[in-house]
């Protein structure tokens, strides 16, 4: 009765008797006036939000568009997931969002063709930014979520205590209420809540309702970072949960947690929370059937085609490398005119011997007037996959027809078989169904095809670009026949650009062989640099403050675009902006420096335990180590039991970043030489520890790994490494699988192990070294290949020994310390 009279519904109180009208005190009543116009505030906000639902139809959502269309370019799709929450009180969750739950998740969309990016805007908006631009910022990512996502955008929202800012009536321009129908007197989450889910009634949204509970063991001096006290904003809280469990049945989850202490290991004094797991769960869970649904066509695909898969594999890379480059322009215009024929100005021929009987002018058929190739060189990481990206755009657009091949893209990528292959299927539109004959070489035949269409694209006129990029990354870098696919030049209208790395001298050398147009990748200027870093933190919606962004380019090191694409990636992945500027002093004095700092970060966020020792076995491997040795190699070898799966995966995805796949076996090394060192640096400090990861190498390839050709590469180098010498020699002497070895190899390592005493025979002390009759008929003691002891080297079990040899042998002996414990006095020592 007494609402209905406050809210004008009965009769006016002064007609109602004087013993009838309730006793309130004055207290009451205010209070009872406050809650009142809490509530009708409230209501009022909510009926221009659900009348805002009724017009979305009628109005146009705004979109950004993305800077060019590359969906007829490969069958790849972005999936863009935004999350929306109040900041200071979700930060234990968004930490587990950013380095577990979307990580996982992004994995599983590259098994579907989606590349999955994250929108989490825990920083970004910079400190001195004004209102407009604070809205603007979160409003427009929520428009390319719409844009990419075919109007449902994947959008998580998390739920506390805490309503967050509400900007005044002033601070919100007013092409911003008109473009987004701002409701005044709400706060920018509970906006980002409207036009990301609530009014199209997102069937991609997700919300996750905190328990608050928690909050009671929170240390008094932290409540206002959790818990919001004022009483309209208390009321949003109460109502904006009611809506959700109404509008979205099935989307909302609560969960609860629990407070563990306080930490600073971000730099800033925050709380921890545990018992995340659910929600970590939760959000995963959602997010795999939100993006089955929006695309069913995008499925795992089982037994793909290889070429078919190495196709979509070279586009998307070029896609992604030539999505923004900065600077260049010079260089790419001078690479473009080469394409196209035009003059060379800016080029010189360079090298030219005439004595390569590799890339033999002669075998090719070359004529006068054909094109000398281009090489592009430079220091590693320096930008040259980017470069030869964009060229490729450039070439597309500008209707010339290009035939590319990115080197270290994929697994097969460095494939020079499969590479040349690929690129001749391209270049003749021949099937190559038929495959050679067994008794002669791949690489001959298809440079036999090559050659033979040689004099048809010569006489057709057709234009033809040929891009290859790091070809001093294929896996036969050093051996004789490198480049021997290579022709010195190409005839008519057909052209070849090339990249390698300036410090990989046989490349340069087999190139100089005879003449070819070179050009060199220059340092970055400051403000590349700078267009580098404010691009790729703009993709995730991020901004550094100005002082903050001059701060990085101040570094010594701005001119290395690998520092610059770590720095960024470190500034990207760090969680407080309040303490970007320390996290930046702190990081970044030079590459050694920063990649040290990246390393001590990744041990602070393993959980598995194992990370460090999959980065020292990696570190330690010859040329990296096979994906499936290395989950055996993190568990137990003496018991043969590999690392958990789950494991394994937790570890992939902290290092995946900073490591790449080489070769059909898929050996897992690192991306870059300076990442490498930065391991050795930080954690191979003492020469003990080294030779312990390089004995536990061995002992793997001793006893459980079945691979022998594998086998043979790996034990004679990790017993070296750790001083196993007796191993080493069973190995070489006894081990079947070291049957594929050559005896030249064998003999190398043997030799290393040999006493370099003297053992003159002049020396009373100096024993012959002799076998009895029947230990030289037996096989297989020094030489594991069924041979006659008396046939093969007692020391290195080699075959060189003839049979004029055997009637004439030369004598050996032991040394003065060896001959100890041995008689002479039969003539001969005892048998070995």
């Known amino acids: 009765m007494y609402k209905r009279y406050l809210f004008g519904d009965g009769p006016n109180p002064s007609q109602v008797p004087a013993e009838s009208k309730p006793q309130h005190t004055k207290q009451e009543t205010v209070a009872q006036s406050d809650e009142n116009s809490v509530t009708h505030t409230v209501t009022k906000c909510w009926q221009k939000a659900e009348q805002s639902c009724e017009s979305i139809g009628e109005r146009n959502v705004s979109i950004t568009e993305s800077p060019r269309d590359t969906r007829n370019l490969s069958s790849w799709k972005t999936v863009r997931v935004f999350v929306s929450s109040t900041f200071t009180d979700f930060f234990n969750e968004r930490e587990i969002l950013v380095k577990k739950v979307f990580p996982e998740l992004r994995e599983w969309c590259e098994e579907r063709s989606l590349y999955l990016v994250e929108c989490d805007l825990r920083w970004g908006v910079p400190k001195d930014s004004t209102t407009s631009d604070t809205i603007y910022t979160c409003m427009e990512e929520i428009d390319r979520c719409h844009s990419e996502n ?20 002033k601070e919100v321009p007013s092409d911003i209420c008109s473009q987004y129908d701002w409701i005044n007197g709400t706060s920018i989450t509970f906006m980002e809540v409207m036009h990301g889910a609530y009014r199209k009634q997102n069937p991609n949204a997700a919300f996750f309702l905190r328990n608050g509970d928690f909050c009671k063991d929170l240390p008094h001096e932290y409540h206002r970072r959790f818990i919001d006290t004022e009483p309209v904003k208390k009321e949003h809280l109460r109502v904006l949960r009611e809506k959700l469990r109404a509008r979205f049945p099935d989307q909302v989850f609560p969960y609860s947690c629990e407070v563990e202490g306080v930490t600073a290991e971000s730099g800033r004094e925050r709380i921890k929370l545990k018992g995340l797991e659910d929600f970590s769960e939760k959000v995963q869970d959602f997010l795999r059937k939100a993006i089955m649904r929006t695309y069913p066509d995008q499925k ?22 030539s999505e923004f480059v900065a600077g260049r322009e010079d260089l790419l215009k001078l690479m473009l005119s080469y394409a196209k024929g035009d003059s060379m100005d800016g080029l010189q021929l360079s090298g030219g011997n005439d004595k390569s009987f590799v890339r033999d002018p002669g075998y090719w058929g070359l004529e006068k007037g054909d094109n000398p ?3 592009l060189s430079g220091p590693v990481g320096y930008g040259k996959s980017t470069v030869m990206a964009k060229l490729v755009w450039n070439a597309v657009k500008a209707g010339i027809p290009v035939v590319y091949h990115f080197v270290g893209c994929s697994v097969d990528s460095r494939q020079t078989e499969k590479m040349y292959r690929r690129i001749l299927k391209a270049i003749t539109g ?23 269409c040689l004099p048809r694209l010569r006489e057709e006129g057709k234009a033809i670009l040929v891009i290859i990029d790091a070809i001093n990354e294929l896996v036969d870098n050093n051996a004789y026949n490198h480049l021997s696919w290579l022709p010195p030049m190409l005839p008519g209208k057909v052209r070849c650009i090339v990249s390698t790395a300036d410090t990989h001298f046989p490349t340069l050398h087999r190139l100089q062989e005879h003449p070819f147009y070179h050009t060199s990748m220059a340092a970055l200027t400051t403000a590349d640099a700078r267009l580098i870093i404010t691009h790729r933190l703009a993709r995730f919606n991020k901004t550094l403050a100005e002082d903050e962004l001059d701060l990085v380019l101040s570094q010594e090191c701005v001119d290395n675009p690998l520092w610059v694409w770590l720095i960024t990636e470190e500034l990207r992945m760090f969680g407080d ?18 990649l040290s700092s990246i390393i001590t970060r990744l041990m602070s966020d393993d959980e598995t335990g194992y990370l460090k020792k999959a980065l020292c076995v990696i570190a330690c491997s010859r040329g990296g180590v096979p994906v499936h040795d290395l989950t055996n190699l993190l568990g137990d070898v003496n018991q043969k039991e590999a690392l958990p799966a789950l494991y394994w995966a937790k570890i992939r995805r902290h290092i995946k970043p900073y ?3 080489v070769g059909t076996r898929e050996y897992l090394t690192f991306s870059h030489s300076a990442i490498h060192k930065a ?42 490494q750790a001083g196993l010498r007796n191993r080493l020699i069973n190995f070489l002497r006894k081990s079947p699988d070291s049957n594929s070895m050559p005896d030249f190899a064998r003999a190398r390592y043997l030799q290393n192990l040999r006493c370099k005493n003297l053992a003159d025979p002049v020396l009373p002390s100096t024993m012959d070294a002799v076998i009895c009759m029947a230990c030289s008929m037996k096989k297989s003691s020094f030489a594991p290949r069924f041979y006659d002891n008396k046939t093969s080297c ?23 310390f060896h001959s100890v414990g041995h008689s002479s006095r039969m003539g001969k020592v005892p048998c070995l």
């Open 577 to 594: 902006f309040r303490t970007l500027s320390a996290k930046i002093k702190s990081v970044s004095v030079s590459v050694s420096s920063l």
């Open 659 to 661: 490591m790449r796949t």
């Open 794 to 816: 007692v020391v290195c079990g080699s075959q060189m020994i003839g049979s004029q040899l055997h009637k004439n042998p030369v004598r050996a002996h032991y040394c003065s």
């Open 373 to 375: 190739v281009l090489c």
């Open 300 to 321: 795992a695909v089982k037994n793909p085609d290889p070429e078919l898969q190495e196709m979509e594999n070279q586009c998307l890379y070029m896609e992604k490398k």
């Open 430 to 452: 021949e099937k190559l169904d038929d495959m050679p004959p067994e008794e002669q070489d791949c690489m001959k035949f298809y440079k036999d095809k090559f050659r033979d």
């Open 679 to 720: 391991v050795e640096d930080t954690l191979l400090t003492s020469r003990e520890e080294i030779k312990t990861y390089h004995g536990t190498l061995a002992e793997y390839y001793l006893t459980w790994s079945t691979d022998k050709y594998v086998n043979v590469e790996m034990v004679p180098y990790h017993c070296t």
């Open 150 to 169: 075919e109007g449902t955008p994947f959008f998580i929202n998390l739920t506390g205590e805490r309503y967050g800012w509400v900007p005044s009536v």
